[in-house]
């Protein structure tokens, strides 16, 4: 949906009622209607952006859905008409249907109840916790069933009672005079709004809702290995559903703080070691650390900064297998910024049984790059 707005499409503000979108759709649909403007690929363009508009906030749930998240969900696309879309890559029975109604697509009957809404966390985790996985208490505000009714919305002791206008439909039959003439159409009953019945006594815990606003408190069980930016789905854990349908999903999106020492790569975790001049040209044996605690390193002479070894095994466990990166430890020689007499006078030593000059380097640096471009 990046950059596309569906409200700034359809002229209307985002705090717009359905009703207010319904028209000012139907209005514009017509103006840019390809059978209004043939060969206009300006309009064509236009409408199918207006098609996509009002599929996202036509729809108060899925509407609620963008306005949260900036996501819509799963979308389906009514069948019927053969497929027919006139060349324009555009379903005609979605366009009819949202100006006149339903019964272009042979989905007749009574609304089904919406799931509820998904929810989304931001959850943050230590190093250690992405890596070893954890267990978390979240608590957050979210509608979940009336106790009082269980959702039915009526007065407890009551029910819902079958819709008069509608009979237990959910639709009644107008006449609209349309594009095509006169027509007889299935629509949704505007008395019970399409469920079949209606509430006689408003249950005064929800307000005939059927759901109240609830802070929840829950224990997430975190994975071993997640990273910054993985979704955890905590099945159910979204809005209650209206009269008995599934609730929403929640995700939690994991952001992971910095370490101290490591940092991460893929399954991969990262170490910068410093060491010495004498370590590194004599080698060493170096206790490192690692996520599993300290590991011993055999560091081999002639080491030059910036090599790195490779500890197998102690890196980031994979999400839900069985297997784990490992620990790259990357030396840095550290060369001392003070002296002491007696070092210095050691290193002079070493300069002079190495060859190295110290006094005056220019030229002989100079025959060293002659010689290295020499070899190549």
Known sequence: MSGFDPYQTLGVSKNASQEEIKKAYRKLARKYHPDHNPGDKSAEVKFKELKKAYDIIGDANRREQYDNYGFTGDEQQAGGFGGFDGGFGVNFEDIFESMFGQGFGGQGGRQRPQRGADLRMDL??????????????????VYTVCSDCHGSGARPGTSRQQCSECKGSGQVRVVKNTLLGRMVQVQTCPSCSGQGSVIKENCPNCRGQGRVETQLRKKIKIPAGVDNGSRIRVSGGGHAGHQGAPAGDLYLVVSVRPHEYFTRKGQDVHLDVPIGLAQAALGVELDVPTLDGVQRLNI??????????????????????NIRGDQLVKVRIDVPKRLSPEAREALRTYAKYSGETIENVDGDILTRIKRAFGRR
Not at 124 to 141: D, I, N, Q, R, W
Not at 300 to 321: E, H, L, M, Y
């Open 124 to 141: 943050s985790l230590s190093f250690e916790e992405a890596a070893f996985g954890t267990e978390k208490e979240v608590s957050y505000h």
């Open 300 to 321: 081999p002479p002639g080491t030059q900064s910036g090599d790195s070894f490779r500890i197998r095994g102690k890196g980031i466990p994979a999400v839900n297998r």
